[in-house]
């Protein structure tokens, strides 16, 4: 993955983003058709994982790392990082408005073979979230989003890596829950990196949901079908 061509480099080390460079990372290496993410939609928002995947390759990896997500980002917003050196970091526009705040920990590098690699395999993971991991969660729990307004809020993602010196790893889903209460829950994904048999980490992934109502296997199966036939639409 080639990060570069999904963002606009600025001076001295802010960047931004264009709709079509959003959009296109959302769909091309995310496989995420969310509504948010289409060029045209009027509440446009960059996907959170677009933030991860340009933390990873300008601030490098460290073995713990942890990403809370406070803000939805627009296009054309120059953002820049609050002190590159610290162990706590801010994703701020020029306003101090926070987007996402980094914690890290332990030993780092620089590796942007490493840092591309697990950046685009947590990426083609966390962009399938819907519907493949969310609707099983949902009918088990007998509660699903709003389909007028589906609520989903990626709220924090974590990697624990056992060591650097690895390229290329798989990720595999370790376990799932959808903790439901009233209208609002959260989902919490958990799974680790391997290079071939051998665990190289760690990692887990939280959404908030709202406006949750009784689970509707017509209603979500339309939602599904409608999402598949969006995303049809785009590769034919």
Do not use: W
Request: proline share 3%; net charge negative.
């Amino acid at each position: 993955m080639n990060i570069s061509q999904y963002f606009n480099q600025g001076e001295p080390s802010s960047f931004s983003f264009t709709r079509e460079q959003a959009s296109k990372f959302a769909k091309d290496i995310a496989g995420d058709f969310n509504p948010l993410h289409d060029i045209e939609t009027k509440k446009f928002c960059v996907p959170g994982d677009l933030l991860f995947s340009i933390a990873l390759s300008k601030l490098g990896v460290s073995k713990k790392m942890q990403f809370t997500f406070s803000g939805m980002v627009s296009d054309g917003i120059e953002l820049d990082f609050s002190c590159q050196e610290s162990a706590d970091i801010k994703v701020i526009d020029g306003n101090e408005k926070e987007y996402m705040s980094i914690n890290r920990e332990g030993e780092s590098t620089d590796n942007q073979e490493l840092a591309a690699s697990l950046a685009q395999r947590y990426v083609e993971f966390s962009g399938h979230t819907f519907p493949h991991v969310l609707v099983p969660l949902m009918e088990k729990e007998n509660a699903m989003i709003n389909p007028a307004r589906p609520l989903v809020i990626y709220e924090k993602m974590s990697i624990d890596l056992l060591r650097l010196d690895f390229t290329n790893p798989t990720l595999e889903i370790t376990n799932t829950s959808l903790e439901v209460n009233g209208k609002r829950g959260r989902a919490t994904l958990q799974f680790f990196f391997k290079v071939g048999d051998e665990i190289v980490g760690y990692g887990e992934k939280l959404m908030a949901l709202s406006g949750l109502r009784e689970f509707d296997a017509e209603v979500i199966n339309a939602v599904v079908t409608d999402y598949d036939e969006r995303k049809n639409a785009y590769f034919a």
